[in-house]
């Protein structure tokens, strides 16, 4: 069993900053890409940003230069730094990460349960 724990949302005014964090545990023998999706109300989830194992990531145009992921292997954890928000970035964030449980599986999609995250004066 494994399970997906994000943490770091809430509610920030515009041009502020938040630390969304994610945290693997359970049956996990390798982990490979991680990432961020979030969805807004009413609208399809979307990509925000990807990282695989060797660090190379992946963005949103519309976060380009204001979000930075990042991960720490060490801890089966992946962030996301978000910086100058905006009211459009209201959403509920979840992260996924793909997971092998052991030598002889094949890499498994996992999700989190999601977090909130408002831009609001």
């Known amino acids: 069993q494994v399970q997906l724990v994000e943490s770091g949302g809430g509610l920030v005014q515009p041009g502020g900053s938040l630390r969304l964090s994610c945290v693997a545990s359970?049956?996990?023998?390798?982990?490979?890409?991680m990432g961020w999706y979030r969805q807004a109300p009413g609208k399809q989830r979307e990509l925000v940003a990807t990282?695989?194992?060797?660090?190379?990531?992946n963005y949103a145009d519309s976060v380009k230069g204001r979000f930075t992921i990042s991960r720490d292997n060490a801890k089966n954890t992946v962030y996301l730094q978000m910086n100058s928000l905006k009211p459009e970035d209201t959403a509920v964030y979840y992260c996924n990460a793909d997971i092998r449980s052991d030598l002889f599986r094949g890499f498994v999609r996992y999700w989190g349960q999601g977090t909130q995250v408002t831009v609001s004066s």
């Open positions: 359970g049956s996990i023998f390798s982990i490979g890409a």
């Open positions: 990282i695989t194992r060797a660090d190379i990531t």
